[in-house]
């Protein structure tokens, strides 16, 4: 397994600062987030999702996409994803992340899924995605590029098996799974090698980051309240020294993505960290 990072959890880098702190980190891929920054966003201080120095502008032309893959090439990364927030339905959005894909040599997007918060029914929302990812699949295969949705809460796909219902129907060489077993601690939890047993050849690629849950207010029944929120990478819910040894386990080479939002780290050290912390782990199992 390889090591790569979803460029949103170093929000303070620019796209060459990232590339350099990449690979003296030892990490061997790039996840570029793919989102425009509002004007008004602008003179805030770095964020992870709204003023994001380390992001592709979907209107770059292709003279500014030169940039990131010259900062990939120059710095020994691969490109392994244009990582984009795409909304179920919208073809031609995600025609232009297959476009900028391909110029940049990354291997897969992510692509839409419905949320879910009980203003619409699931099967509703459910044929919707199919619809869409009928249309996608052909374009999939055009491009060359693997299409992926995401195991995320608040959405239709919060676990694996919800996430195999979905993709079943689809060919795994144009359509697969991103992985998140942190989003499931927050809602989809399974026993994350079996749903790794389940989606089989639609498990495409990995995030890694953690969650934990704590008390909050009493709710107006009296009942205790709880909330989840983002943990460091090893001091979650999740273990993953064992979700590592059952990826190992189901035979998956792919890489793993940093996408540690929990804020203990400087984005520098986040990579080192990771890159420390996830290769000893490799080794010991």
Same mark, same amino acid.
């Given at each position: ?38 004007? &008004? ?26 940039? %990131? ?13 244009? *990582? ?7 073809? &031609? ?25 009980? /203003?619409?029914? =699931?099967? &509703? ?47 795994? &060489?144009?359509?697969?799974?991103? %992985? ?8 989809? =939890? ?20 953690? *969650?934990?849950?704590?008390? /909050?207010?009493?709710? +107006? ?44 780290? #400087?984005?520098? +050290?986040?990579?080192?960290? =990771? ?7 490799? #080794?010991?199992?």
């Amino acid at each position: 397994m390889k090591l790569s990072v979803f460029t949103v959890v170093t929000p303070d880098l620019t796209p060459e600062e990232l590339g350099a702190a990449a690979k003296e980190a030892g990490i061997d891929g790039i996840e570029w987030r793919f989102k425009e920054t509002p004007a &008004e966003f602008k003179d805030e201080q770095p964020s992870f999702w709204r003023r994001n120095l380390c992001s592709i502008d979907p209107s770059a032309s292709d003279e500014e996409l030169e940039r %990131f893959a010259r900062i990939a090439s120059d710095n020994g990364l691969q490109t392994i994803s244009v *990582t984009p927030y795409l909304q179920a339905g919208d073809i &031609e959005a995600t025609e232009r992340v297959l476009q900028v894909a391909q110029k940049l040599g990354a291997k897969v997007i992510r692509v839409g899924v419905p949320g879910y918060d009980r /203003s619409v029914n =699931y099967n &509703e929302l459910f044929d919707k995605e199919v619809r869409y990812l009928e249309a996608v699949e052909p374009l999939a295969k055009q491009y060359g590029i693997k299409c992926l949705v995401e195991t995320h809460h608040n959405t239709i796909i919060a676990s694996a098996s919800a996430a195999l219902r979905l993709v079943s129907r689809f060919n795994p &060489e144009h359509i697969g799974v991103l %992985f998140d077993p942190g989003n499931m601690v927050h809602e989809g =939890y399974e026993n994350f090698r079996m749903g790794m047993e389940m989606l089989g050849p639609y498990l495409a690629h990995v995030h890694i980051k953690n *969650t934990g849950w704590k008390k /909050s207010e009493v709710r +107006e029944d009296g009942s205790q309240g709880w909330t989840s929120y983002w943990e460091p990478n090893l001091e979650g819910i999740v273990n993953w020294k064992q979700v590592l040894s059952d990826l190992k386990a189901v035979g998956y080479d792919g890489y793993l993505g940093v996408e540690d939002f929990s804020g203990k780290y #400087a984005s520098k +050290e986040l990579l080192k960290q =990771y890159a420390e912390e996830v290769r000893a782990i490799l #080794a010991s199992i």
